[in-house]
């Protein structure tokens, strides 16, 4: 059974940075895409950034320019680099496993940005 184990969050001033990383456990073989969404208090899990296993990436527009999505495949690790953050940029940020039919959720980090 693979796991999510995500690690980074915080607090930081606005203009500041953060980098969010999450490691998968076990073996991944074949197609897959990793990614981070997001959930602020009282809306909707939303999309970040993606990226596929071929280093196929996705970002939202909300967060381009701005973050930078990456991952290093032999050790299943991806990683979220957060520049210039913004107070809207508050959530708790899920890292996100999505391989064949199965759908993996990390346990959520916090991400707390002041103005």
């Known amino acids: 059974q693979v796991q999510l184990v995500e690690s980074g969050g915080g607090l930081v001033q606005a203009g500041g940075s953060l980098r969010l990383s999450c490691a998968a456990s076990?073996?991944?073989?074949?197609?897959?895409?990793m990614g981070w969404y997001r959930q602020a208090p009282g809306k909707q899990r939303e999309l970040v950034a993606t990226?596929?296993?071929?280093?196929?990436?996705n970002y939202a527009d909300s967060v381009k320019g701005r973050f930078t999505i990456s991952r290093h495949n032999p050790k299943n690790t991806v990683y979220l680099q957060m520049n210039s953050l913004e107070p809207e940029d508050t959530a708790v940020y899920y890292c996100?496993?999505?391989?064949?039919?199965?759908?993996?959720w990390g346990q959520g980090t916090q991400v707390t940005v002041s103005s």
């Open positions: 990226v596929t296993n071929g280093g196929n990436t």
């Open positions: 076990g073996s991944i073989f074949g197609f897959n895409r």
């Open positions: 996100n496993l999505l391989i064949g039919l199965n759908n993996l």
